[in-house]
Each structure stands twice: as structure tokens, then as C-alpha cells.
């Protein structure tokens, strides 16, 4: 990242069962594509899909020539599994590991070995040195669980002087509420790289959810976006894609130069993002 003036990477994620795996595996093909400056593959929490995002990572990076970066959760997991996850990785070549705590499935038993990301940040590096370019995760409004943005903030700086080189933040709508978030982590002492992470809402009911899980500040111009939209498949679409556009071409007009885009699996979308930003990106 610190080549480029400016980024752009996409996210997948990989199926929860092996009969969804050749349509998600297509669906990666045709986002690779696309050409970004790098890809991001999820990881369930567990590490039930951790072979698969082994396996699509590799795909993305080997076969179509798109480096990748592979997530690796803790919050259900095993030292053992951590150990196997990272030989993996090893096996296929892949350099670049997003280290996060996860959230813990409903049925899912929660971890003895790591209770935080830091500690498996921690884990990771002692094992491991700096045989991967490690990143993590950051919150411009607070993480959910965190009742103080300072107390939040503070956590972060331990992760990242615990071995991290980048952060990719948490979705936000407002880009006034993430430049406020930049101003305090510098403060603070956070130097790596922090790229800026925007998902495109291109239904009514993607907007619950997303708000639902993050806590997302959703701002009244967003709101009756949808409001007016939601109902219209492809209106709902297009006015999704063109609001994600704004905020990317906002956030580099302002020296934002790394930005990640959370794309659902949907191909279409993606291209329709990076066909708003061609000459901007060019």
C-alpha cells in the first residue's frame, strides 16, 4: 500500500457449505477481474470456512494474478488451529493475514486460548516474525462492545504496537465521522496506514442489518435515499453505488489514499462502483 498514492481492494467471502463453493469461487473470478489493487477473503468465526478462504484466496492470487489478503479469526478458536490456519496460508503462498477477534457464532463455544485480537496479533508475531504483513481491524464510531470511544482508541494502539501494519476500518456512512476518527488515532500515536472501509447499500434491508451488527451512525441524507428508493430494486442499486462513489471520490479528494470496498459477493456491484470512479482511479 505504501507503493500507491491511491488503492482500491474488494471483499469476498467464501460459502458456509462446499455446494455453494463453485458460484462463490465465479463470483471472486469475475470480481478479480475487475483488477483491484488487492482482494480480501473472510473467514468464519470457528474457523468453519477457514479452508475455503484458503482455498479462494489462493485461487484469486495464483490463478488471476490479484494479491490477496486472508482473514483469521480467534474468538472460537485453538492455538492448534491458529497453527494449522497459518501453515496453511504458508502452503499457499499467501503473505497477507487480517488478524481479528471475530463474532462468536450462536452456537459456537468460545475460545480458552484468545480472548481479544491483540491476542492472537501477539501470537502471530511470536510465531511467526514478519513472515506476514499483518493488519487489523478498527471502529470510526467505537467498537459495539466498547462503551468509550477513548477506551476503544487505547485498545487499538495496543493492537497495533503489538505488531500491526495497517488497520481497514468497520463500514461507515458519514465520512465526516471517519476523518474525526483519523485526526484521533494520529493523536494517539497510530501511525500505520488505515484504510478507509465502505460497503455499498444497494437494498432497504442490507441497511438493517448492517446497522443492526456495526451500530452505524446512518446519516438523513442516506436515510431518505432509501427511503425513497428501497422499494425499486434498480433504482435502490444504482442510488447505492453512486453514494459509496461519492464518498470514495470525497475521502481521496481529501488524502485518503487506501479504501476498501465491501462487495457482498456481487460482481456487479463492484463494477459498477469502479466504472463511477475510472478516471478518478486512473
Known amino acids: 500500500m505504501e ?23 465465479e463470483n471472486a473470478k469475475k470480481i478479480a477481474a475487475l483488477h483491484p ?39 472460537s478458536s485453538s492455538r492448534e488451529h491458529v497453527t494449522k490456519m497459518l501453515s496453511l496460508y504458508k502452503e499457499k503462498g499467501i503473505e497477507n493475514i487480517l488478524a481479528l477477534r471475530g463474532d462468536l457464532p450462536q452456537d459456537g463455544t468460545r475460545s480458552e486460548d484468545y480472548r481479544y485480537a491483540v491476542e492472537l496479533i501477539r501470537d502471530i508475531k511470536e510465531r511467526e516474525g514478519d513472515t506476514f504483513c499483518l493488519g487489523g481491524a478498527c471502529y470510526p464510531e467505537g467498537h459495539v462492545e466498547c462503551a468509550h470511544k477513548e477506551d476503544d482508541l487505547g485498545y ?3 493492537k497495533v504496537d503489538a505488531g500491526l501494519d495497517f488497520l481497514t476500518t468497520q463500514l461507515f456512512f458519514d465520512n465526516n465521522i471517519f476523518y474525526n476518527f483519523l485526526y484521533r488515532a494520529r493523536e494517539k500515536g497510530i501511525s500505520v496506514p488505515i484504510v478507509a472501509g465502505i460497503m455499498p447499500i444497494t437494498r432497504a434491508e442490507q441497511l438493517k442489518r448492517s446497522v443492526a451488527m456495526s451500530g452505524t451512525e446512518v446519516p438523513q441524507r442516506f436515510r431518505a435515499i432509501v427511503d425513497r428508493f428501497g422499494e425499486r430494486k434498480g433504482a435502490m442499486e444504482q442510488a447505492g453505488v453512486i453514494y459509496a462513489a461519492e464518498q470514495i471520490v470525497d475521502l481521496i479528494a481529501n488524502g ?8 457482498m459477493n456481487r460482481p456487479k456491484i463492484a463494477k459498477a462502483i469502479l466504472e463511477q470512479l475510472s478516471e478518478i482511479l486512473d
Open 156 to 158: 487499538l494502539k495496543e
Open 37 to 75: 489493487d488487492f482482494m480480501s477473503v473472510t473467514y468464519g468465526a470457528g474457523g468453519g470456512t477457514g479452508d475455503f478462504t484458503a482455498e479462494i484466496a489462493a485461487e484469486i492470487q495464483n490463478g488471476y494474478g490479484v494479491p490477496t489478503l486472508a482473514h483469521l479469526t480467534c474468538v
Open 3 to 25: 507503493e500507491k498514492p491511491v488503492t482500491l481492494s474488494l471483499e469476498v467471502f467464501p460459502p458456509k457449505t462446499s455446494e455453494k463453493y463453485e458460484a462463490t469461487a
Open 256 to 263: 485518503v489514499g487506501h479504501i476498501h470496498v465491501y462487495t
